[in-house]
Nanobody, 125 residues
């Protein structure tokens, strides 16, 4: 069983930075850990992911170059550093785990088995 607990959301001005954390348990070497977001009236959107063991990273086009996903295996913690934030980044952010992931489906939220409770990120103009 995987358990995920997120923290770090909040309110920030456009152009600012914010970091999210997700403490996880029950992960394996091949687990994909992902960040997704859902803005009001929109579907879940893939933000970023990392393969827990080797640390390979993947990003959504809208955040590439601005967001960085990382993990600390010793602390069982996943991170998302968000820089140059825009109003369009406003959403609820979720961390998720896909314990049997493959690279071709890393961006598909339906492949993720476990989800955190979500944390609100609001970017003001």
């Amino acid at each position: 069983q995987v358990q995920l607990v997120e923290s770090g959301g909040g309110l920030v001005q456009a152009g600012g930075s914010l970091g999210l954390s997700c403490v996880a348990s029950g992960l394996t070497f091949n687990t994909f850990m992902g960040w997704f977001r859902r803005a009001p009236g929109k579907d879940r959107e893939f933000v970023a992911a990392i393969r827990w063991g080797p640390g390979h990273t993947y990003y959504g086009e809208s955040v590439k170059g601005r967001f960085t996903v990382s993990r600390d295996r010793a602390k069982n913690t996943l991170y998302l550093q968000m820089n140059s934030l825009k109003a369009d980044d406003t959403a609820i952010y979720y961390c998720a785990a896909d314990r049997n992931g493959i690279v071709s489906t890393v961006r598909d939220p339906n492949q993720y088995d476990f989800w955190g409770q979500g944390t609100q990120v609001t970017v003001s103009e």
